[in-house]
């Protein structure tokens, strides 16, 4: 106990140390990131007033002019992924930031949508979790996994599977996950504050151009190609500036609070966070009804964990035993829409002293045939009839993460969609 203190404060004066004589003297390093390009336009629509009004445009002439108010001051240092109309991979993207130790990735974009309602803000930080469902939402969402030959070949090599890979992507997120949220409250509060934009909040999503950064790393959607109101905004010189002067804004403020918390660090009374004992989840809903990853009821949040309880699905959005993880995790449900969501606490591997848990594996109206996937691949599987309908469960576990265990083992085996329910009796 007293060596491990000892250890603690001998690192922090290290820390100091360092701050004071190397850290003070070093530039902020930027890594700015014009989305798309070359041959990948990103999205794009036909105005009269701009002719073809393509996204790889929007996002240069936004990262131009924010290089330039960064490079007028001597502090920032600015590496761009492009400065011309050309396509740099998403690796090579990835490795230059990575390589120039920089301090903070920004990634520009627009948004698209097949219908032409939407419009605003949004920005998107690296998730905690990794998992295949938030991979095709991700897809899904919109353009910004567009992969080269190079990046394919990068990204099949990594198996989210792997032991291994899930340890060095959890450090990594873990480490950078506050900061990034940090700065992409700043940028999105300066959208809706200063330009009066409406902002959709900050996100965490599961991106390529993101995931192996080691630095806070965002990427903005700075408005919607498809919105006639947004694009006329994103194509004007007034728009592109305000947009570059609000991120400009918010990367003065993170680097201030930056510095400021350095400072406190190495104050011995100001304790670091402590994890706490608890594991916190954000109740979004109540619902009779079942839904899957990408659903729309559930407003583009992932990393969602349903449980059912009394004929309820009860859903969570995140995990977390820090606090300020789950204000932000919190902020983050609230401004999806789940206005009434509440965190709520769970004691880590608690054990039900009555009831159990199990795996709600199938809902139908008729009997699954014999050899239906879950009847073949699992044996022990139970079924009971309720008003009609047939309940397929599997399992008997004592605590959540049991279950939550078994419920990625039959992920593995391909029986996907499943509930943990919890059963008291
Ligand atoms: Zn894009």
């Known amino acids: 106990m007293n060596q491990s203190f000892s250890f603690k404060k001998y690192l922090r004066f290290l820390?100091?140390?360092?701050?004071?004589?190397?850290?003070?003297?070093?530039?902020?390093?930027?890594?700015?990131?014009?989305?798309?390009?070359?041959?990948?336009?990103?999205?794009?629509?036909?105005?009269?007033?701009?002719?073809?009004?393509?996204?790889?445009?929007?996002?240069?002439?936004?990262?131009?002019?924010?290089?330039?108010?960064?490079?007028?001051?001597?502090?920032?240092?600015?590496?761009?992924?492009?400065?011309?109309?050309?396509?740099?991979?998403l690796l090579d993207r990835t490795n230059l930031a990575n390589r120039s130790k920089a301090d903070l990735f920004i990634s520009v974009h627009c948004n698209a949508n097949t219908r032409s309602a939407p419009y605003g803000t949004e920005t998107f930080v690296q998730g905690p979790d990794q998992n295949k469902t938030n991979l095709e939402v991700a897809k899904a969402e919109n353009d910004v996994i567009f992969l080269d030959d190079k990046d394919r070949e990068m990204f099949a090599s990594y198996d989210p599977k792997s032991p291994e890979s899930l340890i060095a992507l959890k450090i990594q997120q873990s480490k950078y996950l506050e900061s990034s949220l940090l700065f992409g409250s700043f940028v999105e509060e300066n959208f809706e504050k200063k330009d009066k934009r409406f902002s959709r909040g900050v996100k965490q999503q599961n991106l390529h151009v993101l995931r192996l950064n080691a630095m806070p790393s965002v990427l903005i959607e700075t408005g919607f190609i498809s919105n006639y109101d947004d694009a006329m905004y994103l194509a004007s010189e007034k728009g592109q500036s305000e947009i570059a002067s609000s991120i400009y804004d918010a990367i003065i403020s993170y680097k201030k609070t930056r510095e400021r918390n350095a400072v406190k660090n190495v104050e011995p009374e100001k304790p670091v966070e402590q994890p706490l004992k608890n594991d916190f989840r954000i109740l979004l809903m109540s619902s009779p009804s079942k839904y899957v990853a990408g659903d729309p009821a559930l407003k583009g949040l992932n990393y969602i964990l349903t449980i059912k309880e009394g004929g309820f699905y009860r859903y969570y959005y995140a995990v977390t035993n820090m606090a300020s993880v789950r204000d932000n995790n919190l902020k983050t449900a609230r401004e999806a829409g789940f206005n009434n969501a509440t965190s709520i606490s769970f004691v880590p591997n608690q054990k039900l002293g009555i009831g159990y848990y199990n795996i709600e594996l199938a809902v139908t109206d008729q009997k699954l045939s014999s050899n239906s996937p879950i009847l073949n691949t699992l044996k022990d599987v139970e079924r009971d009839k309720v008003n009609g309908k047939f309940y397929y469960t599997y399992g008997k576990f004592s605590s959540l993460e049991e279950a939550v265990a078994a419920q990625k083992e039959l992920e593995d085996k391909g029986i996907k969609n499943t509930v943990i329910q919890k059963v008291a009796k």
């Open 15 to 89: 820390f100091l140390f360092l701050f004071v004589f190397s850290g003070a003297q070093k530039k902020f390093t930027v890594v700015l990131d014009a989305g798309h390009g070359g041959s990948d336009f990103g999205a794009n629509r036909f105005y009269s007033e701009t002719g073809r009004l393509n996204e790889k445009d929007v996002t240069l002439a936004i990262v131009l002019k924010l290089g330039r108010m960064l490079e007028k001051d001597k502090d920032f240092k600015v590496i761009y992924t492009r400065k011309i109309d050309e396509y740099p991979s």
